[in-house]
C-alpha cells in the first residue's frame, strides 16, 4: 500500500518561498509519476505540476511557470515543489499525488494515490 505524507507547509507573505516535500512509502518510488495539486476554499482541486520517474521531464500549470519547481530525489523517495514568489492566490492546500505511468499526467482522475495535504498561506 502506497503512502504519501506531505510537510513543508506554512505562511509566507506575498513575494516569499517555500518548498514543499512529499515522501512515498510502501512501493519502489520510481514506479510513479509524481504530481502536485491545490484546492482553494470553494473552488476545484487543481492541476499544479508534475514530474515523471526519472526527473527528466516536467509539467506545469501556466499560472505557476517560472515561479514554482518540481523535482525529485529517487533515493529518498521524495518529490519537491520549490515554490518562489508566491502571491495571495496561490494559497490553497497542496496535494502530492502519485500515478503509475511512465507519463506527465495533468488529469486527478490517473493518480492512485494522494497524501493527506498541507497548507500553504499567503498573506501580509
Known amino acids: 500500500q502506497v503512502q504519501l505524507v506531505e510537510s513543508g507547509g506554512g505562511l509566507v507573505q506575498p513575494g516569499g518561498s517555500l518548498r514543499l516535500s512529499c515522501l512515498l512509502s510502501g512501493r519502489p518510488f520510481t514506479d510513479y509519476t509524481m504530481g502536485w495539486f491545490r484546492q482553494a476554499p470553494g473552488k476545484e482541486r487543481e492541476f499544479v505540476a508534475t514530474i515523471v520517474w526519472s526527473g527528466g521531464r516536467t509539467d506545469y500549470t501556466d499560472s505557476v511557470k517560472g515561479r514554482f519547481t518540481i523535482s525529485r530525489d529517487n533515493a529518498k523517495n521524495t518529490v519537491y515543489l520549490q515554490m518562489n514568489s508566491l502571491k495571495p492566490e496561490d494559497t490553497a492546500v497542496y496535494y502530492c499525488?502519485?500515478?503509475?505511468?511512465?507519463?506527465?499526467?495533468?488529469?486527478?482522475?490517473?493518480?492512485?494515490?494522494w497524501g493527506q495535504g498541507t497548507q500553504v498561506t499567503v498573506s501580509s
Open positions: 499525488a502519485a500515478a503509475r505511468t511512465g507519463l506527465l499526467v495533468r488529469a486527478p482522475g490517473t493518480y492512485s494515490y
